[in-house]
């Protein structure tokens, strides 16, 4: 079965600190790979993602995620954290065929404090 | 600007009306989706189109309906058959399938 899987529900960090929310996937086809970030009461936002090419992707806040095919895996992780890095983190797989659509973990709540 | 633009923010109904949420985009894209989320449980598929006059259910249809009548429109209705509707919905819409999506700021449902 396609599937995705957030395991930390919450990621309590203090700030500077380096950060790690894991996202893996179960699948039998190739698989596009996103993670969205989501502040209170808002829509979702693109962080960024993984279509092909460089394994490794990076966002123009200093995130970034390294597609592992292996360990069928899509962590996000940040060397150092701010205060306004705290959000609702979603991954979200595109598992290709005929009815490609995004399908979402259940994501993970970054809390940063000082 | 262009954008996914949802309609109204907050609204509120009484159990057993149906209600209509309106999603609107100006990005010329062919897809497009309706996703609940609740707490803990992250974005799930209510509905997509991926062309014009077609959709399709995705996994949480019962008690919803949608009409994509237009390329830039994909309104969606709760109906009085949806058992829990209080919740938050969020429109999006990609260029095609296989690209990311791009979301909407959300409606907050809350049904009394």
Known sequence: AQ???QLDSQVPVFEEAPVEL??????SVSVYLFWYVQYPNQGLQLLLKYLSGSTLVESI????????KSQTSFHLRKPSVHISDTAE?????????????????????????? | DGGITQSP????????????????????HDAMYWYRQDPG????????????????????AEGYSVSREKK??????????????????????????????FFGQGTRLTVV
Do not use: M
């Open chain 2, 41 to 60: 449980q992250g974005l799930r598929l209510i509905y997509y189109s991926q062309i014009v006059n077609d959709f399709q259910k995705g996994d949480i």
């Open chain 1, 22 to 27: 894991r996202c893996n996937y179960s699948s």
């Open chain 1, 61 to 68: 806040n200093g995130f970034e995620a390294e597609f592992n």
């Open chain 1, 89 to 114: 983190y979603f991954c979200a797989v595109i598992f290709t065929g005929t009815a490609s659509k995004l399908t979402f973990g259940t994501g993970t709540r970054l809390q940063v404090t000082l």
């Open chain 2, 72 to 101: 830039e429109s994909f309104p969606l209705t709760v109906t009085s058959a949806q058992k829990n509707p209080t919740a938050f919905y969020l429109c999006a819409s990609s260029i095609s399938r296989n690209t990311e999506a």
């Open chain 1, 3 to 5: 599937s995705v899987t």
């Open chain 2, 9 to 28: 923010k907050y609204l509120f109904r009484k159990e057993g009306q149906n209600v209509t949420l309106s999603c609107e985009q100006n990005l010329n």
